[in-house]
């Protein structure tokens, strides 16, 4: 961006990227993927901006669905931003995070989330629950919840 104010850092978990691809009868789900494609908005007009890392890339090469794989990874390659973290500090948070309770590949999103200072936005209640305990430096939460909080319509 050309002014000098920062911009806000949003880390999207593969559960939240992928949510337009879910079956859309259900409301909240449709909720979710409309919120979803606002905060993706906002990136493409560089309001705010991605962050990806490489359990990103390790989850969508894991993804059946050759359209589903192929657009995700677009996506992340065009507007998602690689942040250069200390890995060895990310591993430590991450193996913390575990022993939280948290999965492994969460625990990953989320120390990279926290080492980017970037508001980690997922569709898993259980995951968000966790974080919300766990996880202190950054916003956590759903992508309806993240764009309420940023007046984001």
Same mark, same amino acid.
């Given at each position: /961006?050309?002014?000098?104010?920062?911009?806000k850092?949003? &880390?999207?978990?593969?559960?939240?990227?992928?949510?337009?691809?879910?079956?859309?009868?259900y /409301?909240?789900?449709?909720? +979710?993927?409309?919120?979803?494609?606002?905060?993706?908005?906002?990136?493409?007009?560089?309001?705010? +901006?991605?962050?990806?890392?490489?359990?990103?890339?390790? !989850?969508?090469?894991a993804?059946?669905?050759?359209? !589903?794989?192929?657009?995700? /990874?677009?996506?992340?390659?065009? &507007?998602?931003?690689?942040?250069n973290?200390?890995?060895?500090?990310?591993?430590?948070?991450? +193996?913390?995070?575990?022993?939280?309770?948290?999965?492994?590949?969460?625990?990953?999103?989320?120390?990279? #989330?926290?080492h980017?200072q970037? #508001?980690?936005?997922?569709?898993?209640?259980?995951?968000?629950?966790?974080?919300?305990?766990?996880?202190? #430096?950054i916003?956590?939460?759903?992508?309806? #919840?993240?764009? !309420?909080? +940023?007046?984001?319509?």
């Amino acid at each position: /961006m050309s002014d000098s104010r920062k911009v806000k850092r949003v &880390y999207l978990d593969i559960c939240a990227l992928s949510r337009p691809f879910d079956d859309q009868r259900y /409301m909240r789900i449709r909720l +979710e993927t409309v919120a979803v494609d606002l905060i993706l908005s906002e990136v493409k007009s560089q309001h705010l +901006e991605l962050v990806r890392s490489p359990v990103h890339l390790q !989850e969508i090469e894991a993804i059946a669905d050759i359209v !589903e794989r192929t657009e995700l /990874m677009l996506l992340l390659v065009r &507007y998602g931003k690689a942040i250069n973290v200390d890995k060895a500090a990310v591993r430590s948070r991450a +193996e913390k995070l575990i022993g939280s309770g948290l999965g492994i590949a969460d625990a990953v999103h989320v120390a990279f #989330a926290e080492h980017a200072q970037a #508001a980690f936005i997922s569709c898993d209640d259980r995951l968000i629950k966790l974080c919300r305990r766990t996880v202190g #430096a950054i916003w956590c939460g759903n992508p309806v #919840a993240f764009c !309420e909080s +940023e007046h984001i319509i």
